[in-house]
Nanobody, 123 residues
């Protein structure tokens, strides 16, 4: 599966932004989709994930209540709506696709990745 992110940009603290990830491939809609992020000088970290049917979602504690992940399988696209953004949310956001949905492994750095989109939150 190939992944292409879009929608990053610069936003003020407290603002909102939505990033998108378009997946290509015959079986794209059958993958668990997720978002990770990597800030300068830090390791890539898990943000959110959604099962292939959209019935299950999982969030990092740092974004719970502020970010919402959703998917449209008809468009093979997954979205991350980010509200109440903070400067510490500044990072490159990467789309991720993997088989299966397991809370035990969802934060692992595995599967397929997009090229990333920059999100910058100014204070």
């Amino acid at each position: 599966v190939q992944l292409v992110e879009s929608g990053g940009g610069l936003v003020q603290a407290g603002g909102s932004l939505r990033v998108s990830c378009a997946a290509s491939g015959r079986t794209a809609s059958s993958y668990t989709m997720g978002w990770f992020r990597q800030a300068p000088g830090k390791e890539r970290e898990f943000v959110a994930a959604i099962s292939w049917g959209g019935s299950s979602t999982y969030y990092a504690d740092s974004v719970k209540g502020r970010f919402t992940i959703a998917r449209d399988n008809a468009k093979n696209t997954v979205y991350l709506q980010m509200n109440s953004l903070k400067p510490e949310d500044t990072a490159v956001y990467y789309c991720n696709a993997r088989r299966g949905f397991s809370i035990a492994t969802i934060e692992r750095l595995e599967g397929s990745w997009g090229q990333g989109t920059q999100v910058t939150v100014s204070s």
